[in-house]
């Protein structure tokens, strides 16, 4: 039989590290802004570290979605008439239906394993989020917020800077966590755009920062060149052309996709 401290451990499937700090939770919540009239979306709450100070900033309506059966329960009886908690992969849930008209705020310490797609779930539903602040590993941190011409600046940096405003917020050491993790941490904040300026195809947008990136030592005209036809690719501007992908801007970047839109007629 499995004793209650034996099936309540961190599992490493679920890359659960807890942050046992309470200045850091504190700070963490702190940056999200909580107002009255906000919407409050945790991702894996877990024992319920953060949860805590978020029931504290009284938000109008507080949602947490945890995958892990072992805490739904508990966390229902902990924060019961204050908190809902949906015992859901984050990943499938649809956050246009859920949020309807409204920008919710979203928080949580994001398992490393699944940050990515963590991260582009939220800007699939970047309309339906007002602002985001997250714990991810250190490394990730810095490639998201990362500006052109940097070492980190690659697919994440630009994806996400073009659907939101990212803000590097602070570090938090491998010790302040339990299980202690082989890596350090940082909080990162997403202040999303309502909407996405001069993209008028985001799937070819997308296709475009993943292409070039995935030959990021190669010019542009060479990496574009292996997943569009040369044609089409030659027709662009010489000048984005001759660079490589860390070099360009957002907007460039945007630029570039419009272009080859066009000279395709798509």
């Known amino acids: 039989m499995t004793n209650s401290r034996t099936s309540n451990r961190p599992l490493k499937r679920f890359s659960q590290n807890f942050l046992i700090n309470v200045h850091y939770q504190q700070k963490i919540v702190e940056n999200l802004h909580i107002a009255a009239d906000d919407i409050v979306l945790e991702i894996g709450p877990g024992k319920g570290a953060l949860s805590t100070h978020i029931v504290e900033a009284r938000p109008a309506r507080f949602v947490a979605v945890e995958v892990d059966e072992r805490w739904v329960e508990e966390l ?62 250190k ?82 005209k060479n990496s574009l060149s292996r997943i569009f036809d040369k044609a089409s690719v030659n027709s662009l501007d010489d000048n984005l052309l001759a660079r490589r992908p860390e070099q360009l801007t957002v907007e460039e970047f945007k630029q570039l996709t419009n272009s080859l839109k066009q000279e395709k007629g798509l």
């Open 76 to 137: 229902r009886g902990k924060f019961a008439g204050q908190m809902e908690v949906l015992h859901q992969d984050f990943l499938t849930l649809t956050l246009a239906d859920w949020a309807g008209e409204r920008r919710i705020k979203v928080i949580g310490n994001v398992p490393y394993h699944i940050t990515s797609p963590i991260l582009f779930h939220l800007l699939d539903f970047y309309q339906s989020i007002e602002r985001a602040v997250l714990m991810v590993q």
């Open 139 to 220: 490394e990730v941190a810095k490639r998201i917020t990362a500006r052109p011409g940097s070492k980190d600046y690659g697919i994440l940096s630009v994806l996400t800077q073009a659907y939101a405003r990212t803000e590097y917020l602070f570090e938090i050491k491998r010790g302040n966590f339990f299980p202690v993790p082989g890596v350090d941490s940082a909080v990162i904040a997403l202040d999303f755009f309502p909407r996405i300026e001069n993209v008028p195809d985001e799937a070819l947008f997308r296709k475009v920062v993943r292409g070039a990136f995935n030959f990021r030592r190669k010019t542009l």
